[in-house]
Nanobody
Framework: VQLQASGGGLVQAGASLRLSCAAS????????VGWFRQAPGEERTFVAA?????ITAYGDSVKGRSKISGDDNGVSLQMNDLKPEDTATYFC?????????????????WGQGTLVTVSS
């Protein structure tokens, strides 16, 4: 399974971005897909995830500012009111369950990262 992340870029604080994660097959079938982010020198942290039955989960850093959604083509993460502290490389990931995809050690598949830079 290959996951392809896209949608990153350079934006100003307060702007919005939509990240997309496309799968080489329908990993959304009975799988959960999520997003992590990692800033230089920091650990990879959970951002958001969605399970095959559309149950979602969000990390505290983006809760209330982001929405994750999925369809047969993959998963999107809409991020609004971006802040400089949101600057990081964002990775999409897939695992069997929502609980698993929230923990880096339990992720089954990783996509490559897409860089999000938010200027103040």
């Amino acid at each position: 399974v290959q996951l392809q992340a896209s949608g990153g870029g350079l934006v100003q604080a307060g702007a919005s971005l939509r990240l997309s994660c496309a799968a080489s097959r329908r990993t959304s079938d009975r799988y959960a897909v999520g997003w992590f982010r990692q800033a230089p020198g920091e650990e990879r942290t959970f951002v958001a995830a969605i399970a095959w039955h559309d149950i979602t989960a969000y990390g505290d850093s983006v809760k209330g500012r982001s929405k994750i959604s999925g369809d047969d083509n993959g998963v999107s993460l809409q991020m609004n009111d971006l802040k400089p502290e949101d600057t990081a490389t964002y990775f999409c990931a897939s695992a069997k369950t929502l609980a698993d995809v929230r923990r880096p050690a339990s992720v089954a598949y990783w996509g490559q990262g897409t860089l999000v830079t938010v200027s103040s």
